[in-house]
């Protein structure tokens, strides 16, 4: 692949998803700088990777490689933290619920001024829970998607889901 080719194959399949690429970077690591790393080490490693075939589903391929490349990144960068989880029957019965849509212009208020609150708490979940939740919620990947992405069964994948889900109604449900 020459030198136009790459940049071409960059500009159609790793450009247009920066944005998501840098969601993802930044709710895993915890911070814009750390985000904007792992976002050029990944750019780096989707450039070299383009010419090895041909890439189906962009988005999911792109945020793949971030989502590597943020776990290479926190693997040489930090502490390895230990993750308990409470009562499983009791997380997945509280993700079974469904959270309404605001329906007037004071509900949205009241949801805009938690969505800091609801930050903190994304931020605050395990890595395995939160980028499931990010995957999903924020970037709007579908189930197999993540499963890809992530390299578990897509039962898995809902499992954290809602599992991190619980988590956050848990955090949330308490204020």
Same mark, same amino acid.
């Given at each position: 692949?020459?030198?136009?080719?790459?940049?071409?194959?960059?500009?159609?399949?790793?450009?247009?998803?920066?944005?998501?690429?840098?969601?993802?970077?930044?709710?895993?690591?915890?911070?814009?700088?750390?985000?904007?790393?792992?976002?050029?080490?990944?750019?780096?490693?989707?450039?070299?990777?383009?010419?090895?075939?041909?890439?189906?589903?962009?988005?999911?391929?792109?945020?793949?490689?971030?989502?590597?490349?943020?776990?290479?990144?926190?693997?040489?960068?930090?502490?390895?933290?230990?993750?308990?989880?409470?009562?499983?029957?009791?997380?997945?019965?509280?993700?079974?619920?469904?959270?309404?849509?605001?329906?007037?212009?004071?509900?949205?208020?009241?949801? #805009?001024?938690?969505?800091?609150?609801?930050?903190?708490?994304?931020?605050?979940?395990?890595?395995?829970?939160?980028?499931?939740?990010?995957?999903?919620?924020?970037?709007?990947? #579908?189930?197999?998607?993540?499963?890809?992405?992530?390299?578990?069964?897509?039962?898995?994948?809902? #499992?954290?889901?809602?599992?991190?889900?619980?988590?956050?109604?848990?955090?949330?449900? #308490?204020?």
């Amino acid at each position: 692949m020459n030198d136009e080719q790459a940049r071409r194959g960059f500009a159609e399949v790793v450009l247009p998803h920066l944005d998501d690429a840098y969601g993802l970077a930044r709710w895993l690591t915890g911070n814009q700088t750390d985000a904007e790393d792992v976002v050029q080490e990944a750019c780096i490693r989707a450039l070299a990777a383009l010419g090895a075939g041909v890439v189906e589903r962009p988005r999911a391929w792109v945020l793949t490689i971030v989502r590597n490349t943020a776990f290479t990144w926190l693997a040489k960068n930090r502490p390895k933290t230990v993750m308990l989880t409470a009562d499983e029957q009791f997380l997945e019965a509280a993700a079974a619920k469904e959270t309404r849509a605001p329906a007037n212009p004071e509900d949205e208020l009241i949801a #805009s001024a938690g969505q800091a609150e609801l930050d903190a708490a994304i931020e605050a979940l395990p890595h395995l829970f939160r980028e499931v939740v990010v995957m999903r919620d924020i970037n709007g990947l #579908s189930y197999r998607e993540i499963a890809e992405a992530v390299g578990a069964p897509v039962g898995t994948v809902m #499992s954290r889901l809602a599992r991190a889900r619980a988590q956050l109604i848990d955090r949330l449900g #308490s204020r």
